[in-house]
């Protein structure tokens, strides 16, 4: 009589362990390697975030105000400010762009209020922002993020005069 079954070989049972090791060992290694390129990509996106978002900002308001004497810098309480008007239904108002307790703020109030720091909406984390008008009329506006990243932008105020 012949006896029909299964018969299995050590050898298929041996096989069968490496195969399924190899197989988790790929997936912890996958794990492993998809974490660290997120925390690089966390980095390099939180690094883009405050200097991206501080200078391109900061470029969207400069050409938004872009026209005739609207931009100039001063200090508030000792703090450089950039600053720019708007005339909203015969009433002028000033938009303040400044860094305060390690954020670049934005205040925007009516010409005539004492502007208060503490006031502004908070735009981009910063360790500095610089303002400096050069003798060609240009803004120079530095930036610098507590990670010690920096950069700088040239601005133009005004429309350009065609001859």
Same mark, same amino acid.
Do not use: W
């Given at each position: 009589?012949?006896?029909? =079954?299964?018969?299995?070989?050590?050898?298929?049972?041996?096989?069968?362990?490496?195969?399924?090791?190899?197989?988790?060992?790929?997936?912890?290694?996958?794990?492993?390697?998809? =974490?660290?390129?997120?925390?690089?990509?966390?980095? =390099?996106?939180?690094?883009?975030?405050?200097?991206?978002?501080?200078?391109?900002?900061?470029?969207?308001?400069?050409?938004?105000?872009?026209?005739?004497?609207?931009?100039?810098?001063?200090?508030?309480?000792?703090?450089?400010?950039?600053?720019?008007?708007?005339?909203?239904?015969?009433?002028?108002?000033?938009?303040? *762009?400044?860094?305060?307790?390690?954020?670049?703020?934005?205040?925007?109030?009516?010409?005539?209020?004492?502007?208060?720091?503490?006031?502004?909406?908070? *735009?981009?984390?910063?360790?500095?922002?610089?303002?400096?008008?050069?003798?060609? =009329?240009?803004?120079? *506006?530095?930036?610098?993020?507590?990670?010690?990243?920096?950069?700088?932008?040239?601005?133009?105020?005004?429309?350009?005069? *065609?001859?």
């Amino acid at each position: 009589m012949k006896h029909t =079954g299964n018969h299995t070989h050590s050898a298929d049972i041996i096989f069968s362990v490496v195969l399924f090791s190899l197989f988790l060992l790929s997936l912890l290694m996958l794990m492993l390697f998809s =974490g660290q390129a997120y925390r690089t990509s966390v980095k =390099g996106s939180k690094l883009n975030n405050n200097l991206y978002t501080a200078s391109d900002y900061v470029t969207a308001k400069f050409h938004m105000h872009d026209m005739g004497d609207n931009i100039y810098t001063d200090t508030i309480n000792g703090t450089q400010a950039l600053c720019m008007k708007d005339r909203i239904d015969d009433k002028t108002y000033i938009t303040y *762009i400044y860094l305060l307790d390690g954020n670049l703020k934005e205040l925007f109030t009516l010409q005539d209020n004492v502007p208060s720091l503490n006031m502004g909406t908070d *735009i981009a984390s910063l360790k500095s922002f610089a303002i400096d008008e050069t003798a060609e =009329g240009l803004y120079r *506006i530095s930036f610098e993020d507590p990670d010690k990243h920096s950069c700088s932008i040239l601005l133009h105020p005004g429309s350009p005069r *065609i001859q």
